[in-house]
């Protein structure tokens, strides 16, 4: 049985949902969109049976934290300074970091800005931001007008996605968890020419119970989403461009904090959104690499779809981390 603990806290201006599990070593674990802490259930308890403290919050806009209106609210310094607070309320200088999508983002955005806060970083799937040379809006709208893309769907009206996704949540959940997965095919969404509606063009998925979710997990997420709304997780989208400058404006965009890599093979976010041979280039955009590790079976949702092995290299990345920590 789970040992989860839920929390509710005023950290940065908002009411933030998160779940701990164990004791020691912080581990802070960060999702994406369409998705909430329990995207991390295989690998909290996990974790804290090795002896960490594990967190696993709902970032801003999604699940039980507060979601913002405004764009600016979604910027790279406000969800930067979020976390930061999560440690400070927790009463931790530092943790490791891992996270999915735009969870991953983020942690390299702590890494990049607050160092003193990282012990390191365990990338999943994104090895770094996506490969954008000029405002991501203009890229993916050109995308757009040759096909359906999901990027420029959000940024042409993003009421009328809003709108579609929440009354639809069941369906469009089932649909993107399974085209995501290593059992999809996302190229198939590519296919549908544009002004195609996200749900028309997302494939339909056999029926669950599937091999890595059953309907009491995917039941979850829809009761998550029908509350919240998927408002907050299209705003992330809609804050592309916006975050795109601002990490432009920095200095540096490399971390310098312990860095270590796990992906799939068949990985739909790793082949298409970061340029050529992703992997061979992480050290441009991480200046520490101490692994980097690829393992079969599973799609861009991996901590979901392979747990086991998803489990052990995080274990034996976090061991090494610790390893090396002790010798310094």
Request: aromatic share 12%.
């Amino acid at each position: 049985m789970a040992n989860w603990t839920h929390h509710r806290a005023r950290i940065n201006g908002l009411d933030m949902h998160y779940v701990t599990e164990g004791e020691g070593p912080l581990v802070v674990l960060l999702h994406g969109f369409p998705h909430t802490w329990f995207s991390w259930r295989h690998q909290i308890g996990a974790l804290a049976a090795a002896g960490y403290q594990v967190v696993a919050p709902d970032l801003r806009g999604m699940g039980q934290t507060d979601v913002p209106d405004r764009l600016e609210d979604y910027r790279v310094d406000n969800v930067v300074a979020d976390i930061c607070g999560l440690l400070d309320h927790l009463g931790h200088d530092s943790a490791v970091f891992s996270g999915l999508d735009y969870g991953q983002f983020i942690a390299y955005d702590i890494a990049i800005e607050r160092p003193e806060r990282v012990r390191g970083v365990i990338g999943l799937q994104n090895p770094f931001y996506a490969a954008y040379d000029r405002l991501p809006s203009e890229i993916e709208r050109e995308r757009g007008r040759e096909h359906f893309n999901h990027m420029s769907y959000y940024l042409d009206d993003p009421d009328g996605a809003r709108a579609d996704l929440d009354g639809h949540p069941r369906e469009i959940l089932t649909k993107i968890f399974h085209v995501l997965s290593g059992d999809g095919d996302f190229m198939q969404v590519w296919q549908h020419p544009p002004g195609t509606t996200y749900r028309q063009a997302l494939p339909q998925p056999p029926a669950l119970p599937w091999s890595w979710l059953s309907e009491w997990e995917l039941e979850t997420y829809v009761s998550e989403y029908s509350r919240c709304g998927f408002g907050g997780g299209i705003n992330w989208y809609l804050a592309a461009d916006m975050n795109w400058t601002y990490r432009k404006s920095r200095a540096d965009n490399v971390t310098r904090t312990p860095f270590y890599f796990l992906c799939s093979a068949s990985d739909v976010d790793l082949m298409n959104w970061h340029g050529d041979d992703p992997i061979d280039k992480l050290k441009e955009h991480h200046a520490d690499v101490r692994a980097v590790r690829t393992v079969s079976g599973g799609g861009h949702l991996l901590a979901m779809e392979n747990p086991t092995e998803v489990n052990k290299v995080l274990l034996e990345f976090l061991a090494h981390l610790d390893g090396a920590s002790s010798t310094n």
